[in-house]
Each structure stands twice: as C-alpha cells, then as structure tokens.
C-alpha cells in the first residue's frame, strides 16, 4: 500500500514538472514571436472610452511618486483633461513583455503612466542636453531612483540622444515595439522635429500604434496634425482623434497596424 502511494506521488511530481516545462516552453515562444514585433498584441485594440473613463487609478497611485509631488496631480485627472487614463489604459490592457517608446521625458510622467503595469518596459528618450527628469527624483539619485522603480517592478531606461541623428538600424532598434508615443516640441514648423520624425517612422515601415500628444495646442501642431491625417491613405495608416478620452489639449492616434477600433458609446 505504502508503495503504491510513494509511485502515485512520484507519478504525480513528475507530471506537474512536465506541465511547468510545457508553460515554460509556450512562454517562451509566445515570447520569442513577439520579439521585434511592431505588431500590436491580440487582434485588435480597442479605445474603449467607457472602460478608460472609469479605469481604477491604483496602478498610478502605486508610481505618482516617481514623478514630481507637482505632477502627481496630472498623472491622476480623470481621461479628457490628461492623457495619463488613456495610457494607464492601454498599459494594463494591452501591455506585454515589449518595451513602450516615450519621446519627451521631460519630469517621467508618461513613462510612469505607460510602465504602470509593472510588467512592459519603456524606454524613453529626450534631447542630450534635457536632464529635467531629476526634478522626478525629488531629491535623490538617478541610482536611488531606479531603486524605488524596481522595487515596485516598474522598469525604465532613459535615453538622451538626438533620435534624428540616429541610423536608420539605430531607430528602428528603439522603435521596435507596438506602441509609440511622440510629446514633444510642438512647433513642428519652427522646429520641424516632429514632422521630421514622422517620415523616418514612415522610411523605416513602423508597423504599430503611434500616439501624438497636444494636437491641438497651437496653430502649427493643428495644421500638422491636418497633413498627417491628409496623408493617411498614401502613408497606408488610419488616424483618430481620441481627445475626448486624451489630454484637453489634444491627442491623436496614427494606427499603421490596422488593428486600431474606437468604440465611443
Ligand atoms: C511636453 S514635454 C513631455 C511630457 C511627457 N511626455 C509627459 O507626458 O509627461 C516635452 C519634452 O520633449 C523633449 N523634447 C523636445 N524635443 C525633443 C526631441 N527632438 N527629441 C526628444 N525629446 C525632445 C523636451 O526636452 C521635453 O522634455
């Protein structure tokens, strides 16, 4: 009797070793299929506007202090006056392994709100010269800071470099991933950067999501924003206009995946 329990255990251990290999195997080729993918996850991504408007804040509670005391503010008011719903959103629905790209650092705001799932990487870039971030660390060290972040399983690398002096092997290295989000000069004719940007994600075959903030800012964010939108059929891309759910100032979506649907009821 007692043999016949110690073989049905022995039975028992070794098929709960091969079901746990088994996982480990289909993770890891979920994961491998994914790597280098501009593809968004799933069959499509849905900007449900209900479900952002009463997504539950506790995800950006649990990172509001790895931004400004100033900012915390932001990062929790309600989707259509800030952006950080939205991304909250998109990070807890949809976000996998994949890094999200952050263009415009500036005080970690968006990378907190995107990276709130504790589970995507973000990788976010601002100018050489732009060290405005510090001002998120309240006092602390970057070191002290990334401490903070990963303890809470929030992962962030910070670039500074110029991206438009990057190689085209260079970018579509750190665009290479689903979801993009462009926040940054905002005076795309003085300062064409934007503008400029938009036709290197174009040069290189950028296949996901990208999400253009302050579209409506001022007059040269408007009328680049109308050209982008002009260019939609040629560039074989769809836009939306999601301020509603966005930030007040504007916010657009550029879905070169097609896998983009706005359910607005
Ligand atoms: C509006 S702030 C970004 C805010 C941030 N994304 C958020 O939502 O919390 C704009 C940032 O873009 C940066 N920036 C401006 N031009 C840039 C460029 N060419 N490349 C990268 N960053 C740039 C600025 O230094 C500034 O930090």
Redesign the pocket.
């Known amino acids: 009797m007692k043999m016949l329990h110690y073989w049905g255990m022995v039975k028992q251990r070794r098929r709960s070793q091969e079901i746990a290999l088994m996982e480990t195997k289909k993770k890891k080729e979920e994961s491998e299929d994914l790597d280098g993918s501009f593809d968004p996850p799933g069959t499509k991504i849905i900007i449900d506007y209900a479900k952002i408007r009463s997504m539950d804040k506790s995800p950006l509670e649990r990172v509001k202090n790895l ?1 400004t005391e100033e ?1 915390e503010l932001y990062l929790l008011a309600d989707a259509g006056i800030e ?2 719903a939205f991304l909250n959103y998109l990070s807890a629905t949809y976000g996998d392994h994949r890094h999200f790209t ?10 907190v ?1 995107v990276g709130s799932n504790l589970k995507s990487p973000v990788w976010t ?3 050489p010269t ?1 060290y ?1 971030r510090q001002q998120a660390f309240r006092g602390d060290t970057e070191e002290e800071w990334q401490t903070k972040a990963h303890d809470i399983g929030l992962n962030v690398t910070f670039h500074n470099l ?3 002096k990057a190689s085209n092997e260079e970018l579509k290295k750190y665009l290479d991933t689903w979801f993009v ?1 462009l ?4 005076q795309p004719d003085t ?1 064409p ?1 934007e503008r400029e ?1 938009f036709q290197r994600m174009l040069d290189i075959g950028f296949k996901g999501i990208l999400c253009l ?2 579209i409506h800012l001022n007059h040269e964010m408007k009328k680049w924003w109308n050209e982008v939108q002009d260019g939609a059929e040629g560039g074989g891309y769809r836009t939306y206009d999601i301020t509603e759910i966005g930030h007040y100032s504007g916010t657009g979506l550029v879905d070169f995946s097609g896998k983009v649907t706005v359910n607005k009821s």
């Open positions: 931004t900012y952006h950080y952050d263009i415009g650092t500036r005080v970690v705001a968006s990378s709100a870039f601002d100018l732009s405005e110029d991206l438009m989000l926040d940054t000069f905002h300062v950067f940007f903030d302050d």
